[in-house]
């Protein structure tokens, strides 16, 4: 039993490890779309962004749950097969 729960646990770490990726990505492209509307006049004078630290933290909370849904099912599936066999097909 102890080897699907491993094989599980590599593959939620992964997930939330490319969920938390994803999420520094998406600040740093909502930072320069930010920066590109601003160079509009007349947008950039109407859309003045509000940075708090809430904004930022719902942000990876999305981030890292859509991480986790999304391995959720190659995890379920790898606690099916043998240790190797799971991570030789990954």
Not at 5 to 25: D, S
Not at 73 to 90: D, G, S
């Amino acid at each position: 039993m102890d080897g699907p729960l491993r094989v599980l646990g590599l593959i939620f770490h992964e997930a939330l490890l490319l969920g938390l990726v994803g999420g520094v990505m998406g600040v740093f492209i909502a930072f320069g779309l930010i920066a590109l509307l601003n160079l509009i006049p007349m947008i950039g004078e109407a859309a003045q962004p509000i940075w708090t630290i809430g904004i930022f933290a719902r942000a990876f909370t999305v981030a890292l749950r859509i991480g986790l849904i999304g391995g959720l099912y190659p995890a379920l599936r790898a606690t099916r097969l043998e240790p190797v066999e799971a991570l030789r097909y990954e």
